[in-house]
């Protein structure tokens, strides 16, 4: 039992030290967005499937000495390929940097293709480890359940989260721990192979007794069609939660490894909980703490100057009662460990259902992440289901006090979250959602059916009739969050890179009509529309603006030839092209942008941004990741020698962590002359970026300031930090003056590629 308990613990372990890994190795290659991890953690699922698949086939249609044969050459395989690989790449799971996208085109199938040549048969084989050793545990060990062994799984799968963002990450390269995790890799296959000599050891030596026990299971009826479906439903609605979650947080700081691990750590831990003992999951508990949890949550969603802090907060206790309700409720439903392979099948199948919808269909049904504001309602759908189907529920008994407390909640909420009332929610819900509610409906009739004695009891009516309410009132509310944001907007997209909404502001005056580009909560640029005003620039590139101040004040805009007062800039970020305004004639100005929707939208398809066009400089728009076509250019024997480069390539408030390593910037420095300046814009809600950046400043000797604009008209307030290898800019004239030392109160380490730390620079 021992060995099964340290093989399956193994498994899990790396199982989920893995997916950071290679997600954290392949980020900088698609531009540093979340999506990266969204999409890693549907390949994932979706391999999980598999090999669920494969371990529910063998387990029922083999026999247990060909099931050991079968599954001991495919682990044998794989440690070969690996140890092939090794000889090829730094390390047997790291692919080699020829693997690099050339260009942003089909992110997602690419990242598919990396991951299944690098860790696609160890990670099956290592997603087949639990269900398949627990069946053979199981008819190993009679008696004993193996269900508590997936409990352990999970705590192996959970400890592997809580330690890579704090101490692999921290601790080793990226390719030590590739490694070290392949050496771990062939420990767990060794524990495998154990484990298959145990299962071959019964099928010779006690076949008639698991014959006679085989025989007593055929007798246990199978789980219905309908219980199998709820299966399926519940893990789906608890995987969409999780990615859904995973969104609304990295999009608005960074996509880094503690942000990922955290709502799968949180998913994970509702497992631990549900499967190790039925009774830790009671509906008297977490029923109302998930009433608690979406009330905190909505009033969040609907603040849009919450803390991230307290945003973090909110939708992990969200996620977390909604997992605990989700898992409890199939922990209620599992059956008899006869069907324990078909029953881990269909939990996988919802998980990866739940991936399939966040990653590819969402971003085409929805031009904003609306999957987190429809995985709450539908986990509440799906919690009414539940307990309409069950006759010994709550909501089927004589508690008019339940009644009236989702009466009051119904009535206050719409008032606390700032709709007019719940008439209003209710107006705007019942459209929507008649489906969902005649589902609700069905459900009540069945079980009225079945339970006719159910019908006379006139208080379990009222209950259900307050639920049903409070279900519309809480999907009109999320509807008017989602409608708010949606006010005003003439173009709204949404692609693997994140979400972006045109805006048209003040349109009744004029003069003072302009439009905005959003980038999930953060305005990307702003623009008159006014043939006068147009050319100003504006938000965060102001005349009094770090960028401002170098592009008016570089010492070759004094130069006494006017073809010597040219400028080459770099540009690392699109946005509308507002840093286009400063360019005069002579000027060549390169922006480098990963996301194709944003580039359609600045070179004015679509009529409303005309910085590119209205420019006298020279404009150039290369698609891609900025870093990967630096090197590409330097490799290719191509350096752009730019006065100046301008990285602002924030996506919302999330920062581009592979920009601001020491590998990142070495590059930009390759690309400036020797007297260039690197203009790095480090506004941010919740980030301190100054103490990184003084510390690159430090470690390649370079000169610093920082600058602070004040706001204005179509002007925000913003700061930047300029780098330069001398002071033949800083130091002139009309931007010396404004530059401030960096501030040294707070000291972090160097981020590299292989380390950063959000922790210690949180405002």
Same mark, same amino acid.
């Given at each position: 039992?021992?060995?099964?308990?340290?093989?399956?613990? /193994?498994?899990? $372990?790396? @199982?989920?030290? #893995?997916?950071?890994? &290679?997600?954290?190795? %392949? !980020?900088?290659?698609? +531009?540093?967005?979340?999506?990266?991890?969204?999409?890693?953690?549907?390949?994932?699922?979706?391999?999980?499937?598999?090999?669920?698949?494969?371990?529910?086939l063998?387990?029922?249609?083999?026999?247990?000495?060909m099931?050991?044969?079968?599954?001991?050459?495919?682990?044998?395989?794989?440690?070969?390929?690996?140890?092939?690989?090794?000889?090829?790449?730094?390390?047997?799971?790291?692919?080699?940097?020829?693997?690099?996208?050339?260009?942003?085109?089909?992110?997602i /199938?690419?990242? $598919?293709? @990396?991951?299944? #040549?690098?860790?696609? &048969?160890?990670?099956? %084989? !290592?997603?087949?480890t +639990?269900?398949?050793?627990?069946?053979?545990?199981?008819?190993?060990?009679?008696?004993?359940?193996?269900?508590?062994?997936y409990?352990?799984?999970?705590?192996g799968?959970?400890?592997?989260?809580?330690?890579?963002?704090?101490?692999?990450?921290p601790?080793?390269?990226?390719?030590?721990?590739?490694?070290?995790?392949?050496?771990?890799?062939?420990?767990?296959?060794?524990?495998v192979?154990?484990?298959?000599?145990?299962?071959?050891?019964?099928?010779?030596?006690?076949?008639?007794?698991?014959?006679?026990?085989?025989?007593?299971?055929?007798?246990?009826?199978?789980?219905?069609?309908?219980?199998?479906?709820?299966?399926?439903?519940?893990?789906t609605?608890?995987?969409?939660?999780?990615?859904?979650?995973?969104?609304?947080?990295?999009?608005?700081?960074?996509?880094?490894?503690?942000?990922?691990?955290?709502?799968?750590?949180?998913?994970?831990?509702?497992?631990?909980?549900?499967?190790?003992?039925?009774?830790?999951?009671?509906?008297?508990?977490?029923?109302?703490?998930?009433?608690?949890?979406?009330?905190?949550?909505?009033?969040?969603?609907?603040?849009?100057?919450?803390?991230?802090?307290?945003?973090?907060?909110?939708?992990?206790?969200?996620?977390?009662?909604?997992?605990?309700?989700?898992?409890?409720?199939?922990?209620?439903?599992?059956p008899?460990?006869?069907?324990?392979?078909?029953?881990?099948?269909?939990?996988?199948?919802?998980?990866?259902?739940?991936?399939?919808?966040?990653?590819?269909?969402?971003?085409?049904?929805?031009?904003?992440?609306?999957?987190?504001?429809?995985?709450?309602?539908?986990?509440?759908?799906?919690?009414?289901?539940?307990l309409?189907?069950?006759?010994?529920?709550?909501?089927?008994?004589?508690?008019?006090?339940?009644?009236?407390?989702?009466?009051?909640?119904?009535?206050?909420?719409?008032?606390?979250?700032?709709?007019?009332?719940?008439?209003?929610?209710?107006?705007?819900?019942?459209?929507?959602?008649?489906?969902?509610?005649?589902?609700?409906?069905?459900?009540?009739?069945?079980?009225?059916?079945?339970?006719?004695?159910?019908?006379?009891?006139?208080?379990?009516?009222?209950?259900?009739?307050?639920?049903?309410?409070?279900?519309?009132?809480?999907?009109?509310?999320?509807?008017?969050?989602?409608?708010?944001?949606?006010?005003?907007?003439?173009?709204?997209?949404?692609?693997?890179?994140?979400?972006?909404?045109?805006?048209?502001?003040?349109?009744?005056n004029?003069?003072?009509?302009?439009?905005?580009?959003?980038?999930?909560?953060?305005?990307?640029?702003?623009?008159?529309s006014?043939?006068?005003?147009?050319r100003?620039?504006?938000?965060?590139?102001?005349?009094?603006?770090?960028?401002?101040?170098?592009?008016?004040?570089?010492?070759?805009?004094?130069?006494?030839?006017?073809?010597?007062?040219?400028?080459?800039?770099?540009?690392?970020?699109?946005?509308?092209?507002?840093?286009?305004a400063?360019?005069?004639?002579?000027?060549?100005?390169?922006f480098?942008?990963?996301?194709?929707?944003?580039?359609?939208?600045?070179e004015?398809?679509?009529?409303?941004?005309?910085?590119?066009?209205?420019?006298?400089?020279?404009?150039?728009?290369?698609?891609?990741?900025?870093?990967?076509?630096?090197?590409?250019?330097?490799?290719?024997?191509?350096?752009?020698?730019?006065?100046?480069?301008?990285?602002?390539?924030?996506?919302?408030?999330?920062?581009?962590?592979?920009?601001?390593?020491?590998?990142?910037?070495?590059?930009?420095?390759?690309?400036?002359?020797?007297?260039?300046?690197?203009?790095?814009?480090?506004?941010?809600?919740?980030?301190?970026?100054?103490?990184?950046?003084?510390?690159?400043?430090?470690?390649?000797?370079?000169?610093?300031?920082?600058?602070h604009?004040?706001?204005g008209?179509?002007v925000?307030?913003?700061?930047?930090?300029?780098?330069?290898?001398?002071?033949?800019?800083?130091?002139?004239?009309?931007?010396?003056?404004?530059?401030?030392?960096?501030?040294?109160?707070?000291?972090?380490?160097?981020?590299?590629?292989?380390?950063?730390?959000?922790?210690?620079?949180?405002?």
């Amino acid at each position: 039992m021992l060995t099964y308990a340290i093989t399956i613990f /193994t498994g899990a $372990f790396l @199982l989920f030290q #893995v997916e950071p890994l &290679l997600a954290r190795y %392949i !980020l900088p290659w698609f +531009g540093g967005t979340s999506a990266v991890w969204i999409t890693c953690m549907l390949f994932f699922q979706l391999v999980l499937v598999v090999g669920y698949a494969y371990s529910h086939l063998i387990a029922t249609r083999l026999q247990p000495r060909m099931q050991a044969i079968v599954h001991i050459a495919i682990v044998c395989a794989c440690v070969l390929l690996m140890g092939t690989l090794a000889l090829t790449w730094q390390s047997p799971i790291t692919p080699g940097p020829n693997w690099k996208p050339p260009d942003p085109d089909l992110p997602i /199938t690419r990242i $598919f293709i @990396l991951l299944l #040549v690098s860790i696609g &048969l160890p990670f099956f %084989i !290592l997603s087949t480890t +639990g269900p398949l050793l627990q069946a053979w545990f199981a008819r190993s060990h009679q008696g004993a359940s193996p269900y508590r062994l997936y409990a352990l799984s999970n705590v192996g799968s959970l400890i592997a989260l809580v330690t890579y963002p704090f101490l692999v990450e921290p601790a080793l390269t990226l390719r030590a721990q590739a490694i070290v995790w392949s050496l771990l890799f062939v420990g767990f296959a060794i524990g495998v192979g154990l484990c298959a000599l145990s299962i071959r050891h019964v099928a010779r030596s006690d076949v008639s007794a698991v014959d006679i026990v085989e025989s007593e299971d055929l007798r246990i009826s199978g789980p219905t069609r309908s219980t199998r479906i709820l299966w399926i439903a519940l893990a789906t609605v608890a995987s969409v939660m999780l990615l859904a979650t995973t969104n609304q947080v990295c999009q608005q700081v960074a996509a880094v490894p503690f942000l990922w691990v955290l709502p799968l750590a949180i998913y994970l831990l509702s497992f631990i909980i549900c499967f190790d003992n039925q009774r830790w999951y009671r509906r008297s508990v977490f029923h109302p703490a998930l009433a608690a949890a979406v009330f905190l949550a909505l009033v969040v969603l609907c603040s849009p100057n919450a803390s991230i802090i307290v945003q973090i907060v909110a939708y992990s206790a969200l996620l977390f009662t909604i997992c605990m309700v989700c898992h409890g409720e199939l922990v209620m439903l599992k059956p008899h460990q006869r069907y324990l392979t078909s029953f881990y099948l269909m939990v996988a199948i919802g998980g990866a259902l739940g991936g399939l919808f966040v990653v590819v269909i969402a971003p085409s049904l929805f031009t904003g992440y609306w999957e987190f504001h429809l995985a709450i309602w539908t986990s509440l759908l799906m919690l009414i289901i539940v307990l309409m189907r069950d006759p010994n529920s709550w909501i089927h008994e004589r508690r008019p006090v339940v009644a009236m407390a989702l009466l009051a909640g119904a009535i206050v909420l719409p008032e606390l979250i700032g709709v007019n009332s719940p008439v209003e929610a209710i107006r705007r819900a019942a459209p929507h959602f008649l489906p969902a509610l005649a589902a609700v409906g069905l459900m009540s009739a069945v079980a009225f059916q079945r339970h006719s004695q159910l019908a006379r009891r006139w208080p379990g009516s009222i209950v259900q009739a307050c639920a049903i309410l409070g279900l519309v009132v809480i999907g009109g509310v999320l509807l008017v969050e989602v409608e708010g944001n949606r006010a005003n907007i003439l173009i709204a997209s949404r692609n693997f890179y994140g979400t972006l909404a045109v805006y048209s502001v003040d349109s009744r005056n004029p003069e003072g009509h302009y439009y905005m580009l959003r980038h999930g909560q953060i305005i990307h640029g702003e623009q008159y529309s006014a043939a006068d005003e147009r050319r100003q620039p504006t938000t965060y590139y102001g005349p009094d603006s770090g960028i401002g101040l170098i592009m008016l004040h570089h010492p070759r805009r004094l130069a006494r030839i006017p073809r010597d007062r040219s400028l080459r800039v770099g540009a690392i970020g699109l946005g509308v092209g507002t840093i286009a305004a400063y360019g005069m004639p002579g000027d060549y100005i390169r922006f480098y942008e990963i996301n194709p929707a944003v580039t359609k939208i600045a070179e004015n398809e679509n009529g409303y941004f005309t910085y590119l066009r209205d420019s006298r400089a020279r404009i150039e728009i290369v698609p891609g990741d900025a870093r990967l076509s630096m090197e590409r250019e330097l490799a290719n024997g191509n350096p752009q020698r730019f006065d100046v480069i301008v990285l602002d390539a924030f996506a919302g408030d999330a920062i581009p962590v592979h920009l601001l390593t020491i590998e990142a910037i070495a590059i930009f420095l390759r690309e400036l002359n020797p007297d260039g300046v690197l203009a790095i814009h480090v506004t941010n809600r919740y980030l301190d970026l100054q103490p990184v950046i003084r510390e690159i400043a430090d470690h390649f000797g370079l000169e610093s300031g920082q600058v602070h604009q004040s706001g204005g008209q179509l002007v925000k307030p913003s700061d930047w930090i300029v780098l330069a290898r001398n002071d033949s800019v800083l130091g002139r004239a009309g931007l010396a003056s404004r530059l401030k030392p960096l501030d040294s109160r707070r000291h972090v380490r160097l981020w590299t590629d292989d380390y950063s730390n959000l922790f210690q620079i949180l405002k």
